[in-house]
């Protein structure tokens, strides 16, 4: 049994890398993890595009589950589900720490021996980001520039919003040139920092059993896309367990990348609702255990009357789907018990 899984939610197409066209997606990550000094751990990569890359991990030297989503039934109709690709890493994952990483991305051969280390002592360590283009540091110029207000759309990519304002951001943010870095670098006053739950996003480690507790990712931010990571980071606070830091030798490179392959995500539908309205409520009532029951009627009026105002309103929020995409989406929001799931799968092995 290992001490760490690594679990990977990927729906990319195989080459997808941007300005290395010949570089697989997963190239970058299968090679770090092939160096690394920590040797006690395994790589769950839960994957879209799953049948049409059997055998892409055969021979890699390392422990690999390469599985496919578990049921959803947002993914059935072509829209995002990341917590369902995440919690589906969870039913398989065999370690005791769980240490989330993104597709496209490489890290240094003590990568997992730091990882390790902070969990001995405790502490749930986050990680920076640097981001790189072409196989190099990106910098920002034009392409850069419409890269990252594309990914800066919240709600979905397919929503309108006002990329005017994005960019008048980015432009603030960056000078010409400059390397792209790491937004909470800039916020630390010393190598190690205590970090607030806000800054849970990307790459996070935590305890399989803190996960149990809180009941995984909640499945009910899927049909839309974003602040899944942030809302978990939130409800492991909201758990008692404020133990996130972040260490200034601790690094993961994400490489540009192109968008969620059409062949999962097609759905061209608005989204039925903005996912910050669900982290409000989860920070209000201080609910941390999710994916156990329907919402109330008071907790979808909540979500309703949240998703209009800001900052949901601003990528349109008033204009968010229909009553029926809206009804529709709170009739489907799963309920499960992953520890169970772990069970079942534990006994069909």
Same mark, same amino acid.
């Given at each position: 049994?290992?001490? =760490? ?19 697989? &997606? ?8 092939q160096?690394q000094?920590?040797?006690d ?15 892409f ?9 390469h599985?496919?989503? /578990? ?7 072509g ?11 969870v039913?398989?994952?065999? *370690?005791?720490?769980?240490? /989330?990483?993104?597709?496209?991305? !490489? ?14 002592? *405790? ?10 283009r072409?196989g ?5 110029? !034009?392409? #850069?520039?419409?890269?990252l ?6 709600g979905?990519? &397919? ?7 994005r960019? !008048?951001i980015?432009?603030?943010?960056? /000078? ?9 670098l ?23 059993? @803190?996960?149990?507790? &809180?009941? *995984?990712? %909640? ?14 980071g ?6 008692? $367990?404020?133990?996130?830091?972040? %260490? ?19 759905n061209?539908?608005?989204?039925? /609702?903005?996912? +910050?309205?669900?982290m ?6 201080? =609910? ?7 919402f #109330?009627?008071?907790? &979808? !009026?909540? =979500? ?5 105002r800001?900052?949901?309103? +601003? @990528?349109?929020?008033a ?7 809206f ?10 018990d ?5 069970e079942?799968?534990?006994? $069909?092995?």
């Amino acid at each position: 049994m290992a001490k =760490i899984s690594v679990i990977l939610a990927s729906a990319r197409d195989d080459f997808s890398l941007i300005d290395l066209p010949t570089t697989h &997606l997963f190239q970058p990550t299968v090679e770090s993890l092939q160096k690394q000094i920590f040797r006690d751990w395994e790589l769950v990569v839960v994957d879209g595009l799953h049948s049409q890359r059997k055998g892409f991990f055969d021979g890699v030297g390392f422990p690999v589950k390469h599985l496919p989503p /578990k049921n959803s039934p947002y993914l059935e109709k072509g829209y995002w589900a990341i917590c369902d690709f995440l919690n589906t890493a969870v039913i398989h994952a065999e *370690g005791e720490l769980i240490v /989330k990483i993104d597709d496209a991305c !490489e890290f240094s051969e003590d990568y997992l021996q730091r990882i390790w280390d902070w969990h001995t002592v *405790g502490a749930y360590p986050l990680s920076l980001v640097n981001y790189y283009r072409g196989g190099e540091v990106a910098r920002y110029d !034009e392409l #850069t520039r419409q890269y990252l207000e594309t990914i800066a759309r919240t709600g979905s990519p &397919l929503l309108e919003g006002d990329p005017t304002r994005r960019m !008048e951001i980015l432009d603030r943010m960056y /000078k010409a040139g400059q390397a792209i870095e790491d937004s909470r670098l800039k916020l630390m006053k010393s190598e190690v920092v205590k970090a607030p739950w806000t800054w849970a996003y990307g790459y996070v480690a935590v305890p399989l059993d @803190v996960i149990l507790d &809180l009941n *995984g990712w %909640d499945e009910s931010f899927d049909q839309s896309k974003s602040l899944d990571d942030v809302d978990f980071g939130l409800r492991v606070s909201l758990s008692g $367990r404020e133990r996130f830091v972040i %260490d200034n030798m601790l690094w993961a490179v994400e490489n540009f990348h192109g968008p969620v392959s059409e062949k999962v995500v097609w759905n061209r539908g608005r989204p039925a /609702k903005c996912n +910050h309205s669900i982290m409000r409520l989860h920070q209000k009532s201080r =609910i941390f255990r999710v994916n156990t029951r329907e919402f #109330t009627q008071e907790e &979808l !009026e909540f =979500i309703r009357k949240e998703t209009r105002r800001a900052p949901c309103s +601003h @990528v349109r929020g008033a204009d968010y789907g229909t009553n029926e995409t809206f009804d529709w989406w709170a009739s489907q929001v799963p309920e499960f018990d992953l520890k169970k799931m772990r069970e079942e799968v534990c006994e $069909r092995a």
